[in-house]
């Protein structure tokens, strides 16, 4: 039903910044609850923030707090993720993801629909 996919990945230094997009096509946008994860290699793909339907509620990992922000426009039917004072461990590749739900869920398996993904990398 909803189609997902992201842009915006790339190569920056350590402490420089980075805007992700996620665009979605199909079903109705607003109805969902959006969030972005992210794995490493070798790694589990873990939470890194999540909104809600109407982008009145935020929520972010312990690991993210202070340096990314996430939005989103149900006009565009986009959401986004600025990254800003990025670290070398923030390197992985990060996921848009969609919930049938209007408020946030941590949980990988609570949403249904996945991006293809974009690759962070950031160099020391």
């Known amino acids: 039903q909803v189609q997902l996919v992201e842009s915006g990945g790339g190569l920056v230094q350590a402490g420089g910044s980075l805007r992700l997009s996620c665009a979605a096509s199909g079903g109705t946008f607003s109805s969902n609850a959006m969030a972005w994860f992210r794995q490493a290699p070798g790694k589990e793909r873990e939470f890194v923030t999540g909104?809600?339907?109407?982008?009145?509620?935020?929520y972010y990992a312990d690991s993210v707090k202070g340096r990314f922000t996430i939005s989103r426009d149900n006009a565009k039917n986009s959401m986004y993720l600025q990254m800003n004072s990025l670290k070398p461990e923030d390197t992985a590749v990060y996921y848009c993801?969609?919930?049938?739900?209007?408020?946030?869920?941590?949980?990988?398996?609570?949403?249904?629909?996945w991006g293809q993904g974009t690759q962070v990398t950031v160099s020391s």
């Open positions: 993801a969609a919930a049938p739900r209007r408020y946030i869920t941590m949980g990988r398996d609570d949403y249904d629909y």
């Open positions: 909104i809600s339907w109407s982008g009145g509620s935020t």
